[in-house]
């Protein structure tokens, strides 16, 4: 007879003394996990934590040290599973990289999940492969999906639901177990509705849920357990009913964390930034200004034209039309290098494709773009970067402090480091943030936000761009929301209203309950 691993008879997935090290070091110290069906069980923790290195034993990315012991419906199953395995038995992954072709049809995306016969005569049943693919989707309540559509056309937050859908669909006799890897990283709030909506209809047909995810406030809303992790150990798990954000920071961090509202500064009349008419790709007729030592929020869904904006304003990109000046003197940034020499930088969204070299050092990555500063005679002066280098690593929280280790090896959230000590040893005038905290753990992300106040503090003028409605209301002085390349809102902080703005954002206009009238 089998000892069983879990007595509660809800519980679809047990894990018990699950351990994982490497090279000697422990990622995993001995964690347990109890998974019910029906509930959404978050797993929270800063990068480092183990979060990623659990899920990847379970997955069958990495092979757990002896000792531990996993359940699912009350059976004993030996790891490393594969892909196949895993979703045979009813456990199913879908990871930040959602596995879709982006040139193929919905439909398709579920065909090439699945058998078919094969030969010279072998055809792929269309008819039933798209009834199929209606049929999941339905499941989430997301029928009307067209299974058409070529993928790359759908929202983000639709992708993600056909990725969960055909995960699902992968097992043979029935899900039992769904794990979601940061699904609403790159989600504006608005869209994040569509996601959360799905999940509960997941729940619903008693699929139990292990949710990751670094946005406390969605936790909160979602969860029904969270279990947390810190350096490779269970702290604890709790309910989530009644919980605030303030308490799964303290859990996280295992000490009381500020979370600041946002702080009185002083905006000078300097206008470091005047926009004025700008025409682009994607942008049509954008004006706007930002004031030395204030934070202009930037917010809009995916194609509303933000990110040509911002690559616009480095001299990325070349816009159709307008004027951009700095500190009022009119500027035509051929290259982000004449934007630099204007007194501009830009914090970029993919800071692994966009913002460092990954093979480059910390030390590099950091004096790269400012390399004249520690030149004499031609030579750089390599006790002068080490000097700059190590003093602009304390100050802005770079952990390890180890000047030769290349850039890739860092967590998300000290790479968001290294990029705003780089940009900020130039002394820039106007500093463009891209999604500054997206992916970073809640440590991370308070060092982070220290240093966007911190620059804005010191006169720069800031421009935050982020989909993070939460963010902006504790950081920014004025919110400008921006939809089909124009900005169709400029609002004051004391204005400032979530409910509003995500109407805004997501509808372009504010409906009858949000505004009071009848």
């Keep these: 007879m089998t000892d069983h691993v879990s007595e509660d008879p809800r519980t679809v997935l047990a894990v018990r003394g699950l351990s994982k090290s490497f090279t000697g070091q422990l990622a995993l110290n001995d964690v347990d996990l109890d998974v019910r069906a029906g509930e959404v069980h978050a797993l929270i923790g800063e990068n480092g934590s183990g979060k990623s290195t659990l899920i990847k034993c379970l997955a069958g990315f990495y092979v757990p040290d002896p000792g531990g012991a996993v359940e699912l419906d009350g059976r004993s199953i030996a790891l490393p599973l594969t892909t196949s395995e895993a979703a045979r038995l009813g456990l199913v992954f879908v990871h930040q990289d959602l596995g879709l072709i982006p040139t193929l049809s919905v439909a398709e995306n579920f065909a090439i999940a699945r058998r078919y016969e094969t030969g010279i005569l072998a055809q792929i049943p269309w008819k039933k492969t798209r009834a199929h693919a209606r049929a999941e989707l339905s499941k989430l309540g997301c029928g009307h999906i067209d299974v058409d559509v070529p993928m790359w056309r759908l929202p983000i937050a639709v992708q993600t639901i056909v990725a969960i859908a055909r995960a699902l669909s992968s097992a043979e006799a029935g899900a039992r177990v769904l794990v979601l890897d940061e699904p609403t990283a790159a989600l504006p709030d608005a869209e994040a509705e569509l996601l959360f909506d799905a999940i509960r209809e997941v729940t619903a047909q008693g699929v139990g849920v292990v949710y990751v995810s670094h946005k406390l406030d969605e936790i909160i809303r979602l969860a029904d357990r969270i279990t947390v992790l810190r350096d490779g150990v269970k702290i604890e798990t709790v309910q989530a009913v009644g919980l605030r954000e303030s308490d799964l920071v303290r859990m996280i961090v295992g000490r009381a964390v500020d979370l600041a509202e946002r702080e009185a500064r002083a905006v000078s009349t300097r206008k470091v930034l005047s926009v004025r008419g700008l025409a682009g790709k994607a942008l049509a007729d954008v004006s706007f200004d930002v004031h030395g030592g204030e934070i202009v ?49 830009l914090i970029p969204e993919n800071r692994r494709r966009d913002g460092g070299v990954l093979d480059q050092s910390l030390a590099e990555n950091i004096t790269l773009p400012s390399l004249r500063q520690y030149t004499r005679l031609g030579r750089i002066s390599a006790s002068a970067e080490r000097r700059s280098v190590a003093q602009l690593t304390r100050d802005y929280g770079v952990r390890p402090a180890m000047p030769s280790r290349a850039f890739k090896y860092f967590s998300g959230g000290n790479q968001q480091k290294i990029v705003i000590a780089r940009w900020m040893n130039r002394t820039p005038k106007l500093i463009i943030f891209d999604e500054p905290v997206q992916g970073v753990d809640i440590g991370a992300r308070v060092e982070i936000v220290g240093h966007v106040r911190k620059a804005a503090a010191g006169g720069a003028g800031v421009l935050l761009i982020s989909t993070e409605i939460d963010l902006m209301l504790s950081v920014c002085d004025r919110l400008l929301v921006l939809r089909d390349g124009r900005i169709i809102e400029d609002i004051a902080h004391n204005e400032m209203d979530r409910a509003a703005i995500s109407e805004l954002v997501y509808f372009g206009h504010l409906d009858d309950r949000t505004t009071g009238t009848s």
């Excluded at 990109?317 to 020499?341: K, L, T």
């Design 297 to 345: 929020g930037l917010c809009g869904m995916l194609g509303s034209g933000r990110s040509e904006l911002a690559r616009t304003l480095f001299g990325a990109q070349h816009p159709r039309g307008g004027v951009i000046a700095i500190d009022e003197s009119p500027q035509e940034f051929r290259s982000p290098a004449d934007a630099m020499r204007a007194g501009v930088a």
